[in-house]
């Protein structure tokens, strides 16, 4: 059976929205809903370590009263809490603190990003066994269906000043461009050796994806909080993302 890290990154410093990590959505902290699905896959998987990677104080003690399975005695270091350390770092230095800690190496490595929590238990299952699938690649990432399309209707400026699309191509209706997608942020999964490749991005040349099968989008502005709201408290979503 393999052995499984989750890892749920939560820094105190959000600018976009202040706080936004507990900010309080449908009667929960916004962090209750990544704690959930990742406490129903190990309850499901076994052989799951869950462990809090944050510099603050408050989101530790909130999560402490969520979750008596998460591991919250990881501090992040301030140099990997700021607004330019990269989330690959974080997650890099969670995954030491546990290998050490609890005497083993990981096979693989999820990742909830607390700020997109529409997610479920089966999208994770669903990922993780096409990563298993897949001997070549390094990781696999959620994704979404994109609402612009750089083959036909994204423009970006040229070294004249003009302005063309972002991908050449003689495509003349949307539909016969070739497919591309948002990244969610909802959830990224590595197997072991992402790490020791030297990887710098979560994209690397050996990168699978999972289309989300439902509405999945990450909170980066207050009206996005907002919307996430409405939908959750006015039974709007297509899908159970938390079952009690």
């Given amino acids: 059976m393999a052995d499984i890290l989750i890892t749920i990154c939560a820094r105190g410093g959000s600018k976009g929205i202040p706080g936004k990590n507990i900010k309080m959505l449908n009667n929960k902290p916004l962090i209750y809903y990544s704690l959930q699905v990742a406490q129903q896959f190990a309850n499901k998987k076994g052989n799951t370590q869950i462990v809090l990677s944050t510099d603050d104080a408050e989101i530790k003690n909130v999560v402490k009263e969520l979750s008596a399975t998460t591991d919250i005695e990881y501090s992040r270091p301030e140099i990997l809490a700021n607004d330019t350390a990269g989330k690959l770092d974080a997650i890099t230095d969670a995954k030491n603190y546990a290998e050490e800690k609890y005497q083993k190496k990981y096979d693989y490595v999820i990742d909830l990003d607390v700020t997109s929590p529409l997610r479920n238990l089966q999208d994770l299952e669903n990922a993780l066994q096409l990563l ?29 000043g003009y302005y063309s699309l972002c991908k050449k191509g003689l495509f003349l209706t949307r539909q016969s461009a070739p497919k591309v997608f948002d990244m969610n942020a909802s959830f990224y999964i590595f197997k072991n050796n992402f790490f020791s490749t030297g990887n710098k991005t979560v994209i690397t040349e050996k990168s699978l994806v999972y289309e989300v099968p439902h509405i999945c989008f990450d909170l980066d502005h207050p009206i996005d909080f907002e919307i996430m709201s409405f939908l959750i408290e006015n039974s709007k979503l297509n899908f159970d993302f938390i079952q009690e």
Avoid: L
């Fill in 132 to 160: 298993e699938r897949n001997s070549e690649a390094y990781n696999i990432f959620s994704v979404s269906p994109a609402n612009r399309n750089p083959y036909f209707n994204m423009v970006e400026e040229n070294d004249n």
